[in-house]
């Protein structure tokens, strides 16, 4: 069996038919929303976690795209040294810029990252911390 790939610091978006097969798997799961809340009370965060529901939360339009950016940008010195994990229910793309494709619809994810996201291989994008 090969070794699956270990997730980096910063901001990991991962195809789930690929975690556990080729990427590494993080046991510590909470939502988007449940991630949001946290930074915005300025709770602490594990070091390392995934957090569902990404593609659902940006296919709701640019705006909310925009406001998770704000709180990411805000908590970027509390997120500084962690490993955060977004396994993707979709297809991550990449054309013209780097886009989620989640029900047959694409989501573009520079609202979010900016140019700051780089695709590493099929199926997996990340990001810096400091978006």
């Given at each position: 069996m ?7 610091v910063?901001y990991?978006?991962v195809?789930i038919?690929?975690?556990?097969k080729e990427?590494e798997?993080?046991e510590?799961?909470?939502s ?5 809340r946290r930074?915005?009370r300025?709770?602490t965060?594990?070091k390392?976690?995934?957090?569902t ?6 296919s709701?339009g ?7 950016r704000?709180i990411?940008?805000d ?12 396994p ?7 054309n013209?810029e ?5 029900k047959?619809k694409?989501v ?7 140019n ?10 990340h990001?810096p911390?400091n978006i």
């Open positions: 090969k070794d699956v790939q270990l997730m980096e910063g990991n978006l195809e038919k690929l975690i556990g990427f798997e993080i510590d799961k909470i988007i929303i449940e991630f949001l930074l915005r300025r709770q965060i594990n390392k976690i995934a957090v529901g990404l593609e659902e939360a940006l709701a640019e705006e909310i795209a925009r406001y998770i704000k990411l940008v908590s970027t010195s509390m997120l500084r040294a962690h490993i955060i994990q977004f993707i229910n979709g297809e991550l793309i990449l013209r780097p886009k989620i494709k989640y047959a694409e573009s994810l520079t609202p979010l990252f900016g700051r996201i780089k695709p590493k291989t099929i199926g997996f994008f990001s911390p």
